[in-house]
C-alpha cells in the first residue's frame, strides 16, 4: 500500500491549496480516510475525516469552516481544500487510513507572510 501527498507549499496568511493523496495497492473505495498534520514539536493533530463513499465529513474544530475534505473513488484521491489559511495551520500534512493505520509520507504547508 502507498499514499502520496502533494500540493503543499509556502503560502501568505488568508490564502487556499488544496492537498492531494493518492492510494494504491488497496480497495480505496472500501475506506473511509483522515487527514492529519503534525507541527514541529508538537503533537499529530486529527484535522479531517471523510467516510468510503465521502457522503460524510467531521472536522476538528481548529479547521471547520475553513477546509474541506473530498474525495474521489475513481482516481483513488482525496483532497483536502484549505482556505483562509493562518500561520498556525503551518504543519506537515499527512493522509491516513484509520482502519489499516497506513500513512502517507506528508507534505509540507507552511503559512507565512
Known amino acids: 500500500v502507498q499514499l502520496v501527498e502533494s500540493g503543499g507549499g509556502l503560502v501568505q496568511p488568508g490564502g487556499s491549496l488544496r492537498l492531494s493523496c493518492v492510494a494504491s495497492?488497496?480497495?480505496?473505495?472500501?475506506?473511509?480516510m483522515n487527514w492529519y498534520r503534525q507541527a514541529p514539536e508538537k503533537e499529530r493533530e486529527w484535522v479531517a475525516r471523510i467516510t468510503s463513499s465521502g457522503g460524510w465529513a467531521t472536522y476538528a474544530d481548529s479547521v471547520k469552516g475553513r477546509f474541506t475534505i473530498s474525495r474521489d473513488n475513481v482516481k483513488n484521491t482525496v483532497y483536502l481544500e484549505m482556505n483562509s489559511l493562518k500561520p498556525e495551520d503551518t504543519a506537515v500534512y499527512l493522509c491516513?487510513?484509520?482502519?489499516?493505520?497506513?500513512w502517507g509520507q506528508g507534505t509540507q504547508v507552511t503559512v507565512s507572510s
Open positions: 495497492g488497496l480497495i480505496f473505495s472500501r475506506y473511509d
Open positions: 491516513n487510513v484509520p482502519e489499516r493505520n497506513y
